[in-house]
């Protein structure tokens, strides 16, 4: 005789549940940013290459980080994302500034591990993103959506191509 097998869903990773719980969203883009510049100075130390980070803690001139590579400056926003979010409202100002990205970094898990993948706004999406309205109504605003992106986890230096 059979038994009756009781499916017991997976849980998620402790810190992704911790990510998802009320209140944690800043331990969540944190961890995003962190690991974002952490994964990028390795990728330029690996070249051989400098790279110079200056970060802000507070949101007022519409970036993250602003890194300096080459000799050049790319204000760069980031939003951290664990899986829920498909758009994610921007400053059109932002994408108007000389060699600005935004940068979705998605914090997953598989087994006992965390780990994320970077998507990039394409630079040839820019015109497209600043016509599209906003998720919640406002005029200095748009809308990314994650069709807009693509994936470069494997390939973090491709934030400074001009695609």
């Given amino acids: 005789m059979k038994e009756d097998l009781q499916v017991v869903p997976m849980r998620e990773h ?3 549940e911790f990510f998802k719980g009320s209140g ?4 969540q883009e944190k961890f995003a940013e962190y690991t974002f510049l952490r994964d990028l100075i390795v990728a330029t130390a690996n070249q051989h290459k400098k790279i110079g980070i ?3 803690d507070f949101d007022a001139f519409g970036f993250d980080v602003l890194l300096e590579y080459e000799g050049r400056f790319y204000p760069v926003q980031l939003k951290a994302v664990n899986g829920k979010a498909s758009n994610w409202d921007v400053h059109k100002e932002f994408l108007k500034k000389e060699n600005s990205r935004v940068i979705v970094v998605e914090v997953l898990s598989q087994k006992d591990s965390i780990y994320v993948k970077y998507k990039l706004l394409q630079q040839i999406n820019i015109s497209a993103v600043i016509s599209r309205s906003p998720k919640k109504a406002h005029k200095d605003k748009c809308k990314i959506n994650k ?3 693509v994936d ?3 390939d973090i230096l491709a ?4 695609q």
Avoid: Q, W
Avoid at 24 to 27: C, E, G, I, Q, T
Avoid at 159 to 162: A, G, T, V, Y
């Fill in 159 to 162: 934030i400074f191509n001009n």
């Fill in 54 to 56: 200056s970060r802000s």
């Fill in 152 to 154: 470069i986890t494997t």
């Fill in 14 to 16: 402790p810190v992704i």
């Fill in 24 to 27: 944690n969203a800043k331990s």
């Fill in 147 to 149: 069709g807009d992106l």
